[in-house]
């Protein structure tokens, strides 16, 4: 019973806050909170849109064959529509907060633009938070990584849960400890806020430009899901090629917050499996020659 009432405390803690995600979270503030869920069967438990939905996600994105991918190359007139452009900021005075299922720092750290606006009216779409999912949730190829990043933004004007975009980085251990990874750094990785509801001031400028590397290069774009419970179809998403190096000690300190915890993950983490493509396209935004 102990650990119900933290993850009720977690999900009212939510709904307070108008969180993006866990989309368990009701889109009306005062409104009952969702009934607690676990990572303990990877999401193969969960019900309603999450068991019958169509375009749900993460997904495996074949990379060998191209089985369900579509090629577009940037500077070609198909392109365009795929097109996403980054225009995000440093900011200061932020939390990074243990929402009892991920990581999450809130702040408008800046937006996006979509279809080869630069930027234009009606396509921007502004950061609402960012999140970590360690295992990474998608396969890119036939690789699982052990982390992955989730830049959540939702188009101005919009309500709810609707018309959100995500940006996907995932990360690797380098092989030879490596260099901590600045962005993680200024998170203060090494007081990681250890409990549901529990949150870290963090007295370094957060930047999402520190993730340039990833973000110049080529990406897969494709209609999906919220990955958390009830998993509303109102997301697009791209997936970024380029993976990023962290040390062995900030990947360790992450996977310890969920996986850990067995009731909660099974040692797992809090990851969802893999879901169907079914009908959809990925499209593979490739840059030029």
Known sequence: MKFV???????????????????????????????PWTYAQSGADWTGLCATGKKQSPIAIHTHNLNGTTCVRDGEEAAIAHRINFFYKPVANLSVTHTGYTL????????VTLGGCNPCAGQQYDVKQIQFHAGAEHQIGRKVRPIELHIVHQKQGATGLNDLAIVAIQFYIQADGGFENS?????????LPSSANAATALKTIVDLNSLTEALKGEYYTYEGSLTTPG?????????????LGVTSQQHDAIKALFAGRQEFAAGKGNNRVTQALNDRKV???RKRV
Not at 5 to 27: D, G, H
Not at 104 to 111: E, H, N, P, S
Request: with cysteine; aromatic share 10%.
């Open 5 to 35: 009432a933290v993850l009720v405390l977690a999900s009212l803690a939510l709904v307070a806050s108008q969180s993006i995600q866990p989309a368990a979270a009701p889109p009306a503030a005062g409104a009952p909170a969702a009934a």
């Open 104 to 111: 999450q720092v809130a702040g408008d750290l800046g937006f």
């Open 183 to 191: 962005l993680l750094r200024s998170l203060d990785w090494d007081h």
């Open 231 to 243: 998993c509303d179809e109102t997301v697009k998403w791209f997936v970024m090629k380029t993976p």
């Open 283 to 285: 499209v593979w935004f």
